[in-house]
């Protein structure tokens, strides 16, 4: 099979609306947020039209991981507490990963992990608004499904030429495709509007030194990501392998002594994964 031009993988990403995952009112819900004059009711109202997809938005927000447990009952209540950004990952999140946890439920484990990892990591390092980054983890592996969505024979031989070259999804996809999975799902968060917040630690999750504007929060998801991978935590594609930790992750967030700092955060981060274990949104 030929590879894939970047530019016409790029043309078939940004017809994504046509993702069978993806109900209407999220497209409509990207265009409404831009506007400087919609309300947290007017977005709310607009969620709350899928009776199905705000069930799953409020079972979301009130679970264990943003700390607000049965407290939420109205999607404008969600809005008003934890902003617009971060309702609207997480409305992309639960349409996105409808298909993923019935077909990929290894990667719906792994982005769920990475995600109640990266907010925990987000407050020990006092990064601003760590349910964003808790987003962003949720949405690290985004480009995933849309490359078996839109792609579905080149998926195939992408995990062909990783099985027979024991390399990195990443890698495999780059000699598929042309481009990998972070890019595919950058692509994805600008189509929908989602802020650079967002788009930059789903873009460079494997290569953090490459974000431009959000270094902390993109070497945070890329941290996450690792931990979640080597504590067996869910599926992410990669065989096993994971990366080592670069120098520059440790020091954007001041980590002096990485096996240290590890002793002392794994307890936390085994007991939150422990936590996320039997959490579904079906």
């Known amino acids: 099979m030929n590879k894939l031009a970047p530019e016409l993988v790029r043309e078939k990403i940004d017809s994504v609306d046509s993702l069978p995952t993806i109900p209407s009112v999220v497209k409509k819900m990207c265009a409404i947020v831009e506007s400087p004059n919609t309300s947290a009711q007017d977005l709310g109202n607009l969620i709350s039209r899928d009776q199905v997809l705000s069930a799953k938005v409020l079972k979301l927000v009130n679970s264990p991981f943003y ?155 890329f941290l996450s990501d690792m931990l979640v991978k080597a504590l067996g935590f869910g599926t992410s594609g990669d065989n096993n392998l994971v990366q080592s930790i670069p120098p520059f992750v440790l020091k954007v967030l001041d980590i002096k002594n990485f096996e240290q700092e590890l002793g002392e955060i794994l307890p936390d981060i085994k007991e939150i994964l422990d936590e996320a274990m039997d959490f579904s949104l079906v």
């Open 67 to 221: 700390g607000f447990s049965g407290r939420i009952s109205t999607i404008t209540h969600a809005i008003v507490l934890l902003g617009f950004n971060v309702v609207k990952g997480i409305v992309l999140s639960a349409s996105v990963f409808d298909i993923m946890e019935q077909t990929f439920k290894g990667l719906w484990k792994h982005s769920l992990g990475t995600s109640v990892v990266a907010q925990y990591l987000a407050k020990r390092y006092g990064i601003a608004e760590p349910e964003e980054v808790s987003v962003a983890g949720l949405l690290h592996d985004l480009g995933k499904v849309a490359i078996n969505t839109v792609f579905p024979k080149y998926f195939e031989s992408i995990l062909d030429y990783q099985q027979k070259n024991n390399s990195y999804l990443f890698e495999s996809e780059r000699n598929v495709l042309g481009v990998d999975h972070a890019v595919i799902g950058s692509w994805l968060a600008k189509h929908w509007n989602l802020p650079l917040s967002l788009q930059e630690p789903i873009k460079y999750h494997h290569f953090p030194h490459r974000s431009q504007f959000t270094k902390k929060r993109t070497s945070i998801v």
